[in-house]
């Protein structure tokens, strides 16, 4: 069974930057992709970022150049480094696993953790 914890969201001004991280279940990288997916109040879920194995990742088009993805295999950890950061950013933002980057961005994903709240004010 796939157990994903969230930590790192917080409140900052925008611009600001953030780093996420959620420790996964033993090698689940090796088994998934994974990736984060956010939801705001009365929104639909969009995925966010993404990576697989292979080292093949992706982006929503709405954080492309501001994000970062990123994985420690070793440490069962995986990482989305946050930088310039705007108030449309603020979510719940959730750690996932799934097929693809296709799919996480699509969030279409299996399993995910209980989130971590970003808020970003102006």
């Known amino acids: 069974q796939v157990q994903l914890v969230e930590s790192g969201g917080g409140s900052v001004q925008a611009g600001d930057s953030l780093r996420l991280s959620c420790v996964a279940s033993?090698?689940?990288?090796?088994?998934?992709?994974l990736g984060w997916f956010r939801q705001a109040p009365e929104k639909e879920r969009e995925g966010v970022a993404a990576?697989?194995?292979?080292?093949?990742?992706g982006y929503a088009e709405s954080v492309k150049g501001r994000f970062t993805i990123s994985q420690d295999n070793a440490k069962d950890t995986l990482y989305l480094e946050m930088n310039s950061l705007k108030p449309s950013d603020t979510a719940m933002y959730y750690c996932?696993?799934?097929?693809?980057?296709?799919?996480?961005?699509?969030?279409?994903?299996?399993?995910w953790g209980q989130g971590t709240q970003v808020t970003v004010s102006s």
């Open positions: 990576i697989c194995s292979d080292g093949n990742t």
């Open positions: 996932a696993a799934g097929p693809s980057v296709a799919a996480i961005l699509a969030a279409r994903v299996g399993a």
């Open positions: 033993d090698r689940t990288y090796s088994k998934y992709c």
